[in-house]
């Protein structure tokens, strides 16, 4: 005999499973839709009063301890409220750890994201830059190469230049030092010279925001937190530093290693290291065979023949860089006060770590030279080596191993991605706080440059701590995994 279900049983069943499904909906809870373009006009209006508080700022010359805490207090909020999921998909916690964090939704969400980054960043673009004046040496070398000199030959300080001074050469910065800038970098100050800042401002806001773009593909928190964090809109916008080319041809190069497009991959990392050197790290596991390499290397050679022709000197503002320079680093101080106790000379501490940090970077190339994810790890651990053992440390170096760490955290394909996005949130900590490094600036009205201990501690002990704690639990766990 047939046996049927009885369609009112059926009928019953189903109502009181959509019953069921609809009490665990809360109540209250406010549309997605909404709940993003509230967020937006948020983050459009603290942007702009920032970027108000920042002009006022400029025209006194006295950048207080409120802008740099307001700056903070507005990257806490943006983490706190893409992380429980106001943003950016589920809260955290919301999906199947090992499965990698929740995609962007299609159409609306990535239309909101770059709505999001240009309404950060518009306030800023007609601001004062505030926070670094590296801007106007961009502009000026630019316009050094127009007027048929080398800016590696001549310091913008040479008598030679002398025709050439205006007020925007009285606001160049250490104008002693001749240019350390790769190629690419010095054709873009060429083509951008006649529009100024404000070309730069844009350069860096369209940069800024395929960044966030190409992150959100990957991640919608990571996508978001790019898009809000005040970092990223402070150096693309606020200031336009070259960081924003660099970053977004390293996120590049990596999006194109993925996707298996090994050459695309060699040329946007290749060209980011003209650009800025750090995307060249991605090069080392990608370039493989001797033919590809005499390719990279006649290439670098020809970008490099107008810098080789300012002669001996061409690297002199480099070498200074390297062998001078310090500010608001981690190790550093430590170690040269450890070293302070000794009779050695010569900047041991400084040696070192480039050593160290040299070393480590090798040792990940060596240990991931077969693996599919060579260039993403080779990426992470060179940018978080620079971060974390250079001497100088400026804010927007921060921006190299957030991106990349944001990147990592979207690809549920990368062995260990739940430990991946775990650690990217340390250099969300570090873009959160490292702002607090701009408090720096409030001692130049007296005429003096002041470095707080008590800064460097607020900024790096947290880090340091997340990182130190998220190896501890990751090793923790393999160890566990390995007994079960």
């Known amino acids: 005999m047939e046996i049927r279900p009885d369609p009112e049983l059926g009928g019953a069943a189903r109502s009181q499973g959509r019953a069921a499904q609809a009490s665990v909906v809360p109540p209250l809870q406010p549309p997605a839709g909404a709940r993003v373009w509230v967020a937006l006009g948020g983050a459009f209006v603290a942007s702009a009063l920032a970027a108000w508080t920042g002009a006022s700022a400029a025209s006194t010359g006295d950048v207080g301890d409120g802008l740099v805490v307001a700056v903070v207090g507005l990257g806490l909020l943006v983490w706190a409220a893409v992380w429980a999921g106001t943003l950016g998909g589920t809260p955290a916690g919301g999906y199947t750890p090992g499965s990698g964090p929740p995609r962007p939704p299609a159409g609306v969400g990535s239309v909101a994201m770059v709505l999001a980054s240009l309404l950060v960043r518009l306030p800023w673009l007609r601001a004062a830059p ?53 190629p690419l970098a010095q054709l873009l100050f060429v083509l951008l010279a006649p529009g100024g800042v404000l070309a730069w401002k844009l350069l860096g806001t369209a940069a800024d925001c395929a960044t966030g773009w190409l992150l ?18 402070l150096e693309s916008a606020g200031s336009g530093h070259l960081e924003s080319v660099g970053v977004l041809l390293l996120v590049l190069a990596l999006s194109q290693s993925a996707a298996g497009r090994t050459r695309s991959a060699i040329a946007a990392a290749w060209a980011g290291a003209m650009v800025k050197l750090l995307p060249g790290a991605a090069l080392l596991p990608l370039v493989r065979g001797w033919k590809a390499r005499l390719v990279i290397v006649a290439a670098t050679g020809i970008a490099m023949a107008p810098i ?7 690297f002199a503002g480099f070498e200074t860089y390297r062998a001078v320079w310090a500010f608001d680093g981690s190790a550093y101080p430590l170690l040269v006060e450890a070293f302070s106790h000794t009779a050695m000379t010569g900047d041991p501490a400084r040696k070192l770590l480039q050593v160290v940090g040299a070393a480590w970077v090798g040792i990940v190339v060596w240990r991931t030279r077969d693996r599919v994810h060579a260039p993403f790890l ?20 921060v921006l190299w191993p957030l991106a990349v760490g944001l990147w990592g955290a979207g690809g549920g394909e990368i062995p260990g991605s739940s430990r991946t996005a775990a650690s990217s949130m340390v250099w969300v900590l570090a873009a959160v706080l490292v702002p607090f490094a701009y408090r720096v600036l409030g001692t130049l009205h007296a005429g003096v440059w002041h470095e707080e201990v008590l800064t460097r501690w607020v900024i790096w002990a947290p880090v340091w701590a997340a990182l130190v704690a998220g ?12 007994t079960t």
């Open 308 to 314: 080789l022709a300012a002669g001996h000197g061409a």
């Open 130 to 182: 505030i926070f670094s004046d590296d801007v106007y040496r961009y502009v000026w070398e630019g316009r050094v190469w127009a007027a048929g000199f080398n800016p590696f030959a001549h310091a913008p300080i040479d008598p030679v230049l002398t025709p050439l001074r205006d007020a925007l050469w009285a606001k160049v910065n250490h104008p002693e030092v001749s240019s350390i800038y790769p």
């Open 378 to 397: 080779v990426a992470m651990a060179a940018t978080a080596a620079f971060v974390l053992l250079s001497p100088t440390v400026h804010p927007w170096y």
């Open 216 to 233: 959100g593909r990957r991640s919608s928190r990571s996508g978001w937190l790019w898009a809000l964090l005040p970092l990223t809109a």
């Open 471 to 482: 190896v501890g639990v990751s090793s923790w766990s393999r160890r566990g995994a390995r």
